[in-house]
């Protein structure tokens, strides 16, 4: 039997994690890395392990995933957004579970433009009236 190996990719805000996953131990690599020492933050660690936890499949799948953009904390979200679309592309039945636990949307949130005449996006110069 084939290594059976699935792909999908998690986004939020600016960053993009590549994710595959295939049947294993529940080892997770990210850039090459266990994803203990490249995030280094504890509390990133249950964010990442949440998809597994909804679909009760913890340490039944290795992940492998190569992440860009953003910063930790938004990679480390596409990473989890990434981990549930490949959980669902694998067995169509975990989609329910993951979609009530609102892992397969997107968050749509991203930083504001900045207007011209303004300070930031929609902070003012300080007003002086003398």
Known sequence: MAQEK????GKRKT???RVW???????VTVNKMPVAEYFGNIYFEPKVA???VVTETLEQFDVVATTTGGGKSAQVDALA??????LQELNPEM???LKKAG???RDPRA???KKYGLRAARARFQFSKR
């Open 21 to 27: 996953i295939s049947p294993g131990s529940g080892q």
């Open 6 to 9: 699935t792909y999908a990719t």
């Open 15 to 17: 960053a993009t994690a």
């Open 50 to 52: 949440h998809p597994f």
């Open 103 to 105: 892992l397969l949307t």
């Open 81 to 86: 957004h990434g981990i549930a679309r490949a």
């Open 111 to 113: 930083k504001e433009r």
């Open 95 to 97: 989609r329910l579970p």
